[in-house]
């Protein structure tokens, strides 16, 4: 068990719906990130938060957006989902930001847009 | 566009052989390169950080090394057990952690 928790476990949803994924980092952790992995391809890095600020960005798509709230939890919305955007989605947290920092993954949300 | 390549792509040794897989990323610009384990049904779980040229890392049987000058580095797992199988990834750190598609190992008893 990392220490990083994501919510739900999975979600089955339609095409053109908008849905909220939640991740709490480890104690004490100040970055969170996301991840997207898609059937065939690698994780794919979405976007980075150090402590409310955005960090780095991916190649997030343009309907999809996060945020990282004061008591450090995050969540990525994605909207106008399409079939293309089912996949495991996972958060990971560092204790900061830099190169070296190991990150933490969480379990995934795994997400099915019928 | 920076490529992270790992090879092979899957693997499949016997109980008690040792084996080893190698990660090629961009020589210039490093920053640090990380190795993960991912388990089938789990999360990817950090094995190894490393930023130094000539590094070597050791966590049981399993350790790397590292050459920052050509871009490349390897895993090696020593004594394969069947729990050792799962995917092993390698990350390329610059402003962003950029994987590679992974090994797959298979050990069987």
């Known amino acids: ?70 008591d450090l939890h995050s969540e990525l919305n994605l909207s106008s989902l399409e079939l293309g955007d089912s996949a495991l989605y996972f958060c990971a947290s560092s204790a900061d930001w830099g190169f070296t920092d190991t990150q933490y993954f969480g379990p995934g949300t795994r997400l099915t847009v019928l | 566009i920076l490529n992270v390549e790992q090879s092979p792509q ?15 990323f961009p020589s210039s610009n490093f920053y640090a390169l990380h190795w993960y384990r991912w388990e089938t049904a789990k999360s990817p779980e ?33 004594g394969s057990q069947p729990e050792d199988s799962a995917t092993y990834l390698c990350a390329f750190n610059t402003d962003k952690l950029i994987f590679g598609t992974g090994t797959r190992l298979q050990v069987f008893p």
Not at chain 1, 10 to 33: E, F
């Open chain 2, 10 to 24: 899957s693997l499949h040794v016997q109980e008690g052989d040792s084996t080893n897989f190698t990660c090629s």
């Open chain 2, 46 to 78: 950090a094995l190894f950080v490393m930023t130094l040229n000539g590094d070597e890392k050791k966590k049981g049987r399993i350790s790397a090394t590292l050459n920052t000058k050509e871009g490349y580095s390897y895993l090696y797992i020593k």
């Open chain 1, 1 to 70: 068990d990392s220490g990083v928790t994501q919510t739900p476990k999975h979600l089955i949803t339609a095409t053109g719906q908008r849905v909220t994924l939640r991740c709490s980092p480890r104690s004490g952790d100040l970055s969170v990130y996301w991840y997207q992995q898609s059937l065939d391809q690698g994780l794919q890095f979405l976007i980075h938060y150090y402590n409310g600020e955005e960090r780095a960005k991916g190649n997030i798509l343009e309907r999809f957006s996060a945020q990282q709230f004061p």
